[in-house]
């Protein structure tokens, strides 16, 4: 049986997405497609729908020649029994993802990405919706040091 992750930010068109891609890029790369199974999604609806954002899916094609996939989709309380691990990018999803779960029901499985980063000493992922180039492409630094320090986790 497959580990199944959920990535989650606030609109599922930034970081939350290229979580998911950059994940399936180093599951490729280990070879543990159908061991690890990834997907995403946003806490908000507004983007339900669109693809990634252009400026984000740019900033992951220059720094890791990927095209990010995908289309947003709103996080769901039965999210909390389809999948094993459920990674929010910052403390503001982590507490709104909570919010939905019965009482501490589903805690254990609730987890910050930045928990799994090795060279940063970030606790969040920003957003870099409003900002500017560098600040998707730190965006993109950061999920490969966090999805990294998961991948060790999960195959130890």
């Not at 609109?11 to 399936?24: D, L, T, V």
């Amino acid at each position: 049986m497959p580990s199944k992750l959920l990535f989650v930010c606030l609109g599922n068109i930034c970081r939350s997405p290229s979580a998911e891609n950059i994940m399936n890029l180093l599951v490729r790369e280990n070879g543990l497609e159908g061991e690890i199974v990834c997907d995403s999604a946003g806490t908000g609806s507004w983007h339900v729908g669109s693809p990634p954002n252009p400026p984000m899916a740019a900033a992951a094609f220059k720094k890791l020649g990927i095209q990010l996939e995908g289309a947003a989709r709103q996080f769901q309380p039965s999210d909390f029994e389809a999948f094993d691990l459920i990674l929010a990018m910052d403390h503001e999803n982590y507490a709104n993802i909570l919010c939905l779960a019965p009482q501490g029901k589903y805690d254990h499985k609730v987890k910050l990405m930045c928990d799994y980063c090795r060279k940063y000493p970030d606790r969040d992922v920003p957003d870099p919706y409003y900002g500017g180039a560098e600040g998707f492409d730190y965006v993109i630094d950061l999920l490969m040091d966090s999805c990294g320090g998961l991948l060790e986790e999960l195959k130890a």
